[in-house]
């Protein structure tokens, strides 16, 4: 069988009717968005049954506007025999930004799981050593949530004019 757009969701909706929540096709790229409790089950169905045996990346992406769904935590997968790719997306809160660890599928996933950790706080449940890889160990802050201003607004040394506003 031939991976396209429509099989691949095809054979998730008639595996995991529940689990899919949506899908869209961005730039030619499918994206499908999961149910977060069951990431595991889906993310093994894709590399058993259909072929997604490279994790290339994972990540996560902060949306502080999305109430209850603020954290979306992001899986590029490849078939290499196919070359096809596509996202598997599931949106966590930022109250509570915990899902099960993707180590037990691609050992791959342990330093990627850790970053996502060190800089968006994910707590991977599971994982076999979940600490910061990248940042100090003492830093209670996680960068990459959008909870601080860009610039220092009390600074006093900065003049708009000199950079061109």
């Known amino acids: 069988m031939a991976l ?7 054979q998730l909706r008639s595996r995991f009717p529940e689990a ?7 730039f030619d790229f499918l994206n499908v968005e999961i149910q977060p409790a069951q990431n595991l089950e889906v993310l093994r169905f894709l590399r058993d049954e259909l072929g997604f045996i490279y994790l290339t990346d994972l990540c996560a992406v902060h949306m502080p506007e999305q109430s209850g769904r603020e954290i979306g935590v992001v899986y590029h997968l490849h078939n290499l025999e196919e070359n096809y790719r596509f996202r598997v997306k599931a949106w966590l809160p930022e109250a509570e930004p915990v899902i099960a660890t993707a180590t037990t599928v691609w050992a791959g996933a342990n ?5 996502t950790y060190d ?9 076999p050593d979940l600490r910061r890889i990248l940042n100090v160990d003492h830093m209670e802050v996680f960068p990459l949530l959008k909870q601080f201003p860009l610039e220092d607004t009390t600074r006093e040394d900065k003049d708009d004019r000199f950079f061109g506003r």
Do not use: P
């Open 4 to 10: 396209t757009h429509d099989t691949v969701l095809e």
């Open 20 to 26: 899919i929540l949506h899908s869209e096709l961005s």
């Open 111 to 115: 330093w990627m799981e850790r970053e």
């Open 119 to 127: 800089f968006f706080g994910v707590r991977f449940e599971g994982h």
